[in-house]
């Protein structure tokens, strides 16, 4: 339901990014992400679309830089407009109908109030790969101004296992990424000169083996926890020289040259060094190696031109934040969505496939698709169609338990009662109760549905059912005034 009327979303990206090819990263155990082009990516699909709103747009949307949201503009329990302040510190009040929270996640939060500090003490003195904006404003002022919305999963924040470490200023609370890419590539991982984990491993795994193995950076107890990345010449070509040429250039990544030099750089002995890739060549041609690694990108040999750099584990992804039902809109406590407000602040949540589709979702629960998107979401219904002809599960849940039955009872997009209809035709299970003991014929009752909750009665639906904190059919159809109670 979620990404079946999204079929234009990503797609409507290809006149600003082409797919070029698919590329091997750490964690993967065979190639499977795109690359786009040009590159960077991400400086291209933010440029390009800020040139859209420039010229496309600039008649319908306007953009305040440099700007600060305060607070939301309340009428009765509708969220209408927002109060910010402008870069000269002057509050504006503005009222729009409807409010769409987009403002990231809080990994760099060590203001007064911090996220980090009330969620996840034990991580909050980590460096982070954030930027200074991701500081959860949105979310604490939501939170201070008592509208009783409800947040989500906020105690997992994502640790990255090698941010890169400042030589010169390594207590620097914000790194420059070290990607996967360049372990994908054959960037190999070092503590006293030995290898300890698989370097293609999970991003939890990793970080596990990085505190468990690895001392800080030059044996100074002040100084963050390092794990030496060692490259060849042939890893740094497979990624790419010009990205190269930049963490050279901020001293991120020195080029060594020799391996007697990079032992040195490391502060180990170069025999261990020797030895150590010695056997990383021996695991490479038996194709695995005493940590499950089976995958190696390049070979080490002892005469090639090493680089070397120092990493840490930094913070990197908030996964949360306000709660948001199936069509974007921000939950109370109670599970009620509060009306106008949209976006769960993340509204991408971790990763930037995923924010298109919830930008594309939220924009259709506000009824603002653009024409030929509106279209393709009018028969959503051949989504759940081709689905459950390629052998889609009608029982799989979410998380929460919601069934696809669940999604359908509440949509209140067209094609919400098609859908319905082709699942139960399919014989999804009617009764079948999310971790709450919702059911799908209290998500319909209490999202005002009429046409799903008739076609469920008449499926002899269980009337007489409550969630686990008590709230009957008839009370979930009266909240906000619904026609069906
Ligand atoms: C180094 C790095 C590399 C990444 N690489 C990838 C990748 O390869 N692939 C991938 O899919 N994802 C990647 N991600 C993740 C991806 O960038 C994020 O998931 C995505 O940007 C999140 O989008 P968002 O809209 O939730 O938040 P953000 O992109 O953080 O946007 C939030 C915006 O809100 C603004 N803001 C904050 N507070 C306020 C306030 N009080 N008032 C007004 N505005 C405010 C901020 O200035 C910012 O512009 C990477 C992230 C990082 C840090």
Redesign the pocket.
Known sequence: MLTSPHREGPHSLSPIITRTRTTFQGTHRFPHTAEGKPQPV?WTLISSLRKIIETDLKDSVRVHTK???QELIMEGRRAVGLK?SDEAGTTHSRLFGTVVL????YANDHQDRSLLDRFTPELAKLPT???P???G??IK?LLQQDLGAQTTLMDKVQIHPTGFLEVKQPNFHTKF?A?EALRGCGAILLCGGKRFANELGRRDYLTKEVFEHCTPLQGNPGFPIAAAMLLTQEAVDKYGASSMGFYKFKGLVEDVETLENAATKMGVDAAVLRQTLAEYNRSAEKGVDEFGKTVFPVRFPEDAHFYVAFTTPTL??CMGGLAINEHAEVLREDDVPIPGLFGNN????????E?LGFCWHGAWSLGGWPGATRRAAEIPEEGVLSALASGASVAATTMRGQTALMFAASARGAGGQECLQLLLDGRAEIEAKDRYGWTALLYGCRNDCQSQVKSLLDQRAQLKVSTHDGRTAIMLAALEGGSLA
């Open positions: 991400g700007s600060a949201f910010y987009a403002a990231g996640g790969t954030n930027g904006f991701a500081t404003d949105v002022a990424l990607p990197h992804y993340r509204l991408g949540g971790n990763s930037l496939l924010l």
